[in-house]
């Protein structure tokens, strides 16, 4: 039986790897060791014959359990932080996302005609000036304006149906007014005929 030397050497070459990555085949010694070229070194790899073993990389297994537990929460106190709470998680990222749930909120309401324009400009103002903690809070504070702005349709609606009301009210009085003056006058006229 051969060494092989010349073979894996060859196969080394071809397979562009170490000497100690190539496996031979133990049951076909026989026909590895008739190759004497490249060229047959290549038809044996074809056939399986010599095989490139796979590289020994560091097992992933123990990162892969460690990153899950800090998904989970797991080692993040105090003594694991390196770097400051606004580099780890930055105030501006939290203040962008914020804003961008408001104002997709707003938009929303817009087109769906839950509010008109002006109540748009006036909440967006004021959610650019950071009045709205989140999302519940900018909803609550439309309810609230909604139903104050219905109050106050409500009283405008009530004080001109009041006005109107005091309105036709006067004119009766005033009609009514003038119909006992020409009633006494005509009762007096007719008096003063009767009398002649």
Known sequence: MSDLKLQKRLAASVLNC??????LDPNEINEISMANSRKNIR???DDGFIVKKPDNCPSRSRTRARHEAISKGRHTGLGSRRGTANARMPEKLLWMRRLRV???LLRKYRADKKIDKHLYHELYMKAKG????SKKNLM?????AKAE?????LATEQAAAHRLRSKLARQRKLQNQKKRIAQLTGDYVSDEEKSE
């Not at 950071?130 to 903690?133: A, C, D, I, L, Q």
């Not at 702005?149 to 349709?153: G, N, S, V």
Request: hydrophobic share 35%.
């Open 18 to 23: 170490g000497k100690k990555k190539v496996w």
């Open 149 to 153: 702005q219905a109050k106050e349709e």
């Open 130 to 133: 950071n009045e709205f903690k």
């Open 43 to 45: 038809k044996l790899i």
């Open 140 to 144: 609550e504070y439309i309810f609230k």
């Open 102 to 104: 408001l104002r997709r």
